[in-house]
């Protein structure tokens, strides 16, 4: 397989060097490709990072190489499930005063997530979630995830690069590439790595503890 | 750089002029300061679209009337706001949101009635003007969070705390402003391929955002999802 610098090389047809783009271009093109499709086709691999809990704080800082983060467990292996803060406003309109160890967790910011109960002590949980890509920035490299992710992210960075002196070749471009990404997407359905967990409230995943499972939905 | 890595206002204005074609990050086509207003525009409409990032500031007060410029200079949207009695009582309420026409209906002489120690509502005034049911006996401490706004500053090492996956948006937003601005440079043509392309780099990261991060937060507003809830309970933990 080639590399996907040289598959958009190839592309756009400038084998001979850097005649109307600077290399840094290319390399632009393709992780902000990547960052549209790890938003687009989560859970494609998960990593584990640390949580910590201090004392007194409500709010923790989330590990930031952790792109999505998934599921937070206790120490003991307990899983803390995710809550919206409504819930914590009915459970305890008091809820900020009210400390001891955390077992439930919602949203502050996207680098943030609040604890309740606010922790009397330190606490280190594992978080575990779905990762940033890996930024490319070499000649060389080549897209673990297989050839029909990397002719997706190729096909859309030279969409991206094209759009301004040749729109038609870029809209052609545009098309190639989402459907060699319906055909990844298809490959990872049928190896089971579609779906993901997440820590948001009000999923199917969230709503489970209260007794309701939902029927999730096939395809998206 | 890692991709999980943000940039700094440096590298802001780097991309910025690198992408129009001036990587020196100066011409007479522009000036520094257009450059620095349009990132910072960027910055204010994806917070706005957004709602990625939040700050939290604490205050002391006497007063039954709060203007936001006094808690802090970069409010875009006040969220939550706790109330706490200050001193030795570390206890901490949220202050529940309410239009004056409910404190009508519910004490039609409200706004004659005694300070008290725990104020229990925050109400709108004006923009960017809020007052407290009841009043506020002695001081108190409000912890509020809320949506900032942030300028791009000198400091060329300070981080954007948008997240990284919003950061090449900054690169079409850009070229957008530039190119339709009047001048010698405008291109209202390529003015549009930015502007497509800047849409097309939010409806990703409105995805991103509706997907996997928090819902956007309850807001200080009245006859929203979160009084009603808070209200009428749906469920407990």
Redesign the interface.
């Given at each position: 397989m080639l590399s996907a610098f040289a598959m958009l090389n190839s592309k756009l047809d400038t084998l001979a060097g850097q005649v109307f783009w600077d290399y840094t271009q290319y390399y632009?093109a393709l992780?902000?490709g990547?960052?549209?499709f790890?938003?687009?086709i989560?859970g494609i691999a998960q990593v584990t990072s640390t949580l910590t809990c201090s004392a007194g704080s409500e709010?923790a800082n989330l590990p930031?190489?952790l792109?999505?983060p998934q599921q937070l467990v206790t120490e003991e292996g307990h899983h803390v499930w995710p809550?919206?803060?409504?819930?914590?406003?009915?459970?305890d309109?008091?809820w900020?005063?009210i400390t001891g160890r955390p077992q439930?967790v919602?949203?502050?910011?996207?680098?943030?997530v609040r604890v309740w109960p606010i922790p009397d002590t330190t606490y280190e949980y594992t978080l575990k979630g779905v990762?940033?890509?890996?930024?490319i920035s070499t000649s060389t490299y080549q897209c673990p995830l297989g050839l029909e992710y990397q002719e997706a992210l190729t096909s859309i960075a030279a969409s991206?690069l094209l759009?301004?002196t040749r729109?038609d070749l870029a809209q052609q471009e545009r098309a190639a590439g989402e459907e060699w990404l319906e055909r990844f997407k298809r490959t990872l359905r049928k190896r089971g790595v579609w779906d993901t967990l997440?820590l948001?409230?009000?999923t199917g995943w969230s709503l489970a503890p209260?007794g309701t499972i939902p029927q999730g939905r096939r395809y998206r | 750089m890692a991709l999980s890595d943000s940039w700094t206002d440096a590298d802001l204005y780097y991309w910025a002029t690198w992408e129009i074609g001036y990587p020196t990050g100066t011409s007479s086509l522009f000036t520094p300061a257009e450059i620095i207003q349009w990132v910072n525009s960027w910055e204010a409409l994806l917070q706005e679209e957004l709602e990625v990032c939040f700050s939290r500031g604490t205050a002391t007060t006497s007063l039954s009337t709060l203007t936001e410029t006094a808690l802090s200079t970069d409010i875009l949207r006040l969220d939550a706001c706790y109330y706490s009695p200050g001193g030795t009582d570390t206890r901490s309420w949220r202050l529940a949101p309410r239009q004056q026409s409910d404190l009508d209906e519910l004490a039609q002489t409200w706004s004659y009635d005694a300070p008290a120690q725990h104020p229990k509502i925050i109400y709108p005034i004006g923009v960017g003007t809020w007052g407290l049911w009841p009043a506020v006996q002695g001081t108190a401490t409000l912890v509020f969070d809320y949506v900032p706004y942030r300028f791009i500053g000198t400091s060329t090492s300070t981080v954007t705390p948008l997240p990284p996956w919003t950061k090449a948006s900054v690169m079409s937003y850009i070229g957008y402003r530039f190119y339709s601005k009047v001048g010698p440079v405008q291109d209202l043509a390529r003015a549009a391929v930015y502007r497509r392309l800047f849409q097309h780099q939010l409806q990703t990261y409105k995805k991103i955002r509706n997907s996997y991060f928090p819902q956007k937060g309850e807001r200080v507003r009245p006859a929203g999802s979160a009084q009603a809830n808070i209200l009428a309970p749906r469920s407990r933990i």
């Open positions: 632009i992780n902000e990547q960052l549209e790890a938003a687009r989560p709010l930031l190489d792109f999505i809550v919206d803060l409504v819930q914590l406003e009915n459970e309109a008091g900020r005063s439930f919602t949203w502050y910011d996207w680098a943030r990762p940033y890509p890996d930024e991206r759009a301004f729109p997440r948001r409230p009000g209260g | -």
